[in-house]
């Protein structure tokens, strides 16, 4: 009976990961498939990133983690955004949807508020600082190993990024859409840690 009881457990962990990859990569895929028809139109659809403070801007939101300006661009994206998703998936793969679809906002509306005058923000960033926030939120608000173990990874390999959060210190980084991505993060760990801890009481 035991052993029956891990081999199914085991075989179910397992089933998790592999849907979990598959998310992240399929993700991963659908993006350098957005990217190999802008560069096709000779990186057009550009201009329907965030341009802030303008009523065509606020599309922008909703377009901006597609968009990419060039390739090393959407491969470091990638090579962040991969392993920070499947972690996301640890407890249910829907909380990666989840933070995604918050943090983009969040980014996306920071941009269109606090972003120059006359420049255009795009990039999945915004979804990866949202994700870093998660997950060190997560590690915080939940307090369980799991969750603490991948907050640590995650703020050993990505704490210095976090530097990227602060006003004009790198140029040509968007610092709006790495903060309010981010903060979107934490917001979302905060709640559904919340609803765990009631679950629990």
Not at 72 to 86: K, T, Y
Not at 106 to 134: D, E, M, N, Q, Y
Not at 164 to 191: E, N, R, Y
């Amino acid at each position: 009976m035991g052993k029956s009881l891990i081999a199914r457990e085991a075989g179910a962990l397992v089933t998790d990961l592999k849907k979990a990859a598959k998310w992240s990569i399929g993700a991963a895929a659908a993006l350098t498939g957005i990217t190999t028809v802008n560069w096709l139109m000779g990186w057009d659809l550009l201009a329907y990133g965030v341009a802030p403070r303008t009523a065509t801007g606020v599309a922008g939101i909703l377009a901006m983690p597609l968009l990419h300006a060039g390739w090393g661009h959407l491969i470091g994206n990638v090579i962040a955004g991969v392993p920070l998703a499947f972690m996301s998936m640890e407890r249910k793969r829907t909380d990666f949807v989840v933070v995604s679809l918050v943090s983009a906002l969040t980014s996306g509306l920071g941009c269109w508020l606090f972003g120059a005058t006359g420049s255009i923000h795009v990039g999945a960033s915004g979804v990866i600082f949202g994700l870093i926030g998660f997950l060190l939120g997560r590690g915080w608000y939940e307090r369980r190993a799991g969750p603490m173990i991948m907050a640590g990874g995650v703020g050993f390999f990505f704490g210095g990024a976090l530097l990227t959060m602060l006003p004009g210190l790198f140029a040509g980084i968007s610092w709006q859409a790495h903060l309010f991505g981010f903060l979107g993060g934490l917001f979302v760990a905060k709640v559904l840690g919340g609803a765990m801890k009631k679950k629990k009481g």
